[in-house]
């Protein structure tokens, strides 16, 4: 079991930034991926940035690269997403998931590949 859990969300206007943490606890493992989704109401969730918590890059869905930066603290057992430049279709509950499975690069996408999720953070982009 692991136990994910997501803080750093809130309201800020259109342009500003904020930066969510996530907490990984229980059964992790380096070989895990961290991965952070978004659903916004009524839309299918949609992801957002993965890594592995050794080697490689992070990778960003096309529409927040630029602007979002996912990182992490092995150490810690942390990941972060810094948001940048926020748009108002930004707005949306944002998760941190685990996927124990070792994915490969080119999955890294697909939520359903993901075995923890934490609760969520809400993040609001309105003036």
């Known amino acids: 079991q692991v136990q994910l859990v997501e803080s750093g969300g809130g309201l800020v206007q259109p342009g500003g930034s904020l930066r969510l943490s996530c907490v990984a606890s229980g059964g992790t493992s380096t070989r895990h991926v961290m991965g952070w989704f978004r659903q916004a109401p009524g839309k299918e969730r949609e992801f957002v940035a993965a890594?592995?918590?050794?080697?490689?890059?992070?990778r960003h869905a096309d529409a927040v690269k630029g602007r979002f930066t996912m990182s992490r603290d092995i150490a810690k057992k942390m990941v972060y997403l810094q948001m940048n430049r926020l748009m108002p279709e930004d707005t949306a509950t944002y998760y941190c998931?685990?996927?124990?499975?070792?994915?490969?690069?080119?999955?890294?996408?697909?939520?359903?590949?993901?075995?923890?999720w934490g609760q969520g953070t809400q993040v609001t982009v309105s003036s």
């Open positions: 998931a685990t996927s124990v499975r070792g994915l490969i690069q080119s999955t890294l996408h697909d939520s359903t590949l993901y075995d923890y």
């Open positions: 890594t592995r918590w050794t080697g490689g890059s992070p």
